[in-house]
């Protein structure tokens, strides 16, 4: 188990989420949509990431978090799905 801990700077945290899960190169990932934890690993290209799997949480928005609310839109429909 890798743990990070947290910090209210999401941007570093998607990094360094970025660079452990690059590191250790797993079979899948799984994270929420909550703080969009996989934000940046899920940008890479297919062949230098695993695939990832998004769990559905209740939007930002609806519980009431604007500063996570705006980074949720963030998210990009794979070219594979369209």
Known sequence: MIYLDRTEDLGFHRRTVDAVLTGIR???V?????????????????TQRAPVLIRADLSAK?????ALAADEHKCEVSPLLR
């Open 30 to 46: 799984e994270s929420s949509t909550w703080a969009a934890e996989t934000l940046v690993y899920a940008k890479r290209p297919r």
């Open 26 to 28: 797993p079979d899948i």
């Open 62 to 66: 609806t519980m009431g978090i604007p």
